[in-house]
């Protein structure tokens, strides 16, 4: 697995007073639990975070310092914690752990620091929309500990699985990145059974080729060259799937953005894959694409777009009950990561990472292919069983002749989502 980018590093960081409530409330009684909690765990709380300023200069040439303020509506800044005691609130509990408890308190502290105009980091600000980024190789939520973490981590990857290919057509595909000869990899390219590998590989055949570099593709070109050939191979605009990618004529003024798929809030993602319901489309795969050239400060936070996308989709998804999960796809240079985002608890959306691998830069680097294939294979797996329970709900909803209309009889799991932050000159 790859390691995350490098904002990752400022994630520990939390109000002492919630983890020492959570710790005491729920009596920890591993004697390695209670060490880790005495030496490791309040040293970590006792950290101190830096506040650094917002400057900027104004017409005159004067400094003008800013403050971000990230409570924007429509979000939630009053959270009843007390309804989490309440029987029917559905929590997230592993191994007798109340995470959806532990979650939203460290969720609490998070918004009385944005209530105090403090910088929050992009994982900070993603709690604050209730999103729970579930990933093996990020540093742990400082609300848990180490083995609480871990857990957690087993939890979703017995849930999810991977099911990667057997050592047979491993080395098949191997096989295929290291032949140099076109023609030759073509010839390897018939020798497969799966149509769908078949045709990835065609792909990177195809685009590959001895002057072709990943490196050289500006910004607007990347996401057109790279993965969009790729999961054009999956998906298809045919029967209730549609496909909005880099090439497809949807118009640029965020106004008719919102209009044409309002779960975006006049966001447009790179790529779109949704299933009509209805009439409606609802959104099931999105991907953000940041290429080589990309400034390095553009790209960071540009997941955390992807994630409150996939939130918005849920949420749409949750409104109609027809499904609680989404997909997403993360590319950033040559690094792609592969994300579902489920709402299967009261107020917490679980981000986790299902897949990483890379994206070859050239034709000698085919060898990332193999990473590649799997990971399109996994995701087509996954795409498939979310778009069968959507269609399956629909006809259950819709048999008898209603009509698509938000439902109001079902327990609320979802939350709403702070927008964008907005900046605001600090008071002398």
Known sequence: MIMNSYWNKIQNQVDTRVLKEALTEENIASSSLKKQTASQVIEELNKSESDSDYVDDDSDGESIEYSIDYLTSPGVTDYDLSITERPEFTSFIINNINISKRFLRYRDSIVRKAKD?????FDERLVLNFIMVINENKAKPPYLLDSEWDSVIKSLESEY????????????????TFERKKSRREDIINTFEDSAIKKILTVFNEYYGNTFSVNNLDEDSFMQFTLEPLLNVIFKNEGSVVIDGSSSTLDTNSKTRKKFDPTFQGKKADYVVSVLVEGSKKSLLINETKSMKSNV???CGDDSKLFNLMKNSVDDLQEY???NRTLGIHLEGTKMDIYSLDLKYKSLYRCYKIYSCHIPVDCNDLSRAVGVVQSLILLDTHFKKIKAEVEEASVSKFSTGFRLSPERTIVNLKEPSFLSPTRCPKKT
């Open 117 to 121: 105009m403090k910088p929050l980091s």
């Open 297 to 299: 400060k553009s790209t």
């Open 161 to 176: 699985g991977t099911n990667l290919f057997d050592h047979a057509l491993l080395n098949q595909l191997c096989s295929f």
């Open 321 to 323: 009950t027809l499904g």
